[in-house]
């Protein structure tokens, strides 16, 4: 069975700094994997998905196959980047979530 | 459009009871997804549903829990003779017919508490 790993459930990081979101798989096919975020008092929304390969909010992740990861990342962290971010695989059109990383940004 | 909406946001049942979790997908949307999230948990898979037909109910509990989604009117969750343990948030998603991305679109939640 699939599975998602983000082992960080908390990340604190200052203004202007790098993020890295960690998200890991398990998964034997060939993945199709989102990244969902939650702000406060809204409700979840999709940031990207592999496939696009964009960059939305400033923010990338690239798929590994080799490392079975589809790490989170943006450059400069943004105040308004605090949120819950939730890491998921899609099979058989059913999603499956990472436990999710809180991430805060210290101003 | 509105999005995705559920009601109620909020449900408090006594051990026993039956509660009723609805789901409106957003306009012309014909696929509906259930997830729950436990306390400190991800959230987890429930049922897929067409319009008058279960699709996937594998991460449905066997006894207890059923999910309909008729012609007319909302997607229900209901959940028979509460326990404790119940006590999460379920979470709505719904997908248009085409779904060339593959995207869920969720909505707000209900958040159920069994006391």
């Known amino acids: 069975a699939q599975r998602v790993t983000q082992p960080e459930k908390l990340l604190s990081v200052f203004k202007g700094a790098p993020v890295e979101l960690k998200c890991n798989y398990s998964?034997?096919?060939?993945?199709?994997l989102f990244w969902y975020v939650q702000y406060s008092r809204q409700r979840l929304q999709l940031l990207l998905r592999?496939?696009s390969r964009e960059s939305i909010k400033g923010f990338t992740a690239d798929l590994n196959k080799g490392e079975t990861s589809f790490h989170l990342k943006k450059p400069f962290a943004q105040e308004e980047d605090s949120a819950m971010y939730y890491c998921?695989?899609?099979?058989?059109?059913?999603?499956?979530f990472g436990t999710g990383t809180r991430l805060t940004i210290i101003p | 459009n509105a999005g995705v909406m559920q009601n109620p946001r909020h449900l408090v049942r006594r051990r026993g009871q039956e509660a009723r979790l609805r789901c409106s997908p957003m306009?012309?949307?014909?696929?509906v997804y259930w997830y729950r999230q436990l306390p400190e948990e991800g959230l987890k898979f429930m049922v897929y549903?067409?319009?008058?037909?279960?699709?996937?109910e594998s991460g449905m509990p066997k006894e207890r829990f059923s999910a309909e989604f008729p012609k007319e009117g909302p997607s229900i969750l209901r959940i028979q003779q509460v326990v404790r343990g119940d006590s999460a948030a379920y979470f709505c998603?719904?997908?248009?017919?085409?779904?060339?991305?593959?995207?869920?679109?969720f909505g707000p939640g209900t958040r159920l508490t069994v006391t």
């Open positions: 998603a719904s997908s248009p017919p085409n779904r060339a991305l593959n995207e869920q679109y």
């Open positions: 998964y034997s096919g060939s993945p199709e």
């Open positions: 592999h496939i």
């Open positions: 998921a695989l899609l099979r058989d059109e059913k999603l499956t």
């Open positions: 306009k012309g949307h014909s696929h």
């Open positions: 549903l067409q319009k008058e037909n279960i699709i996937d």
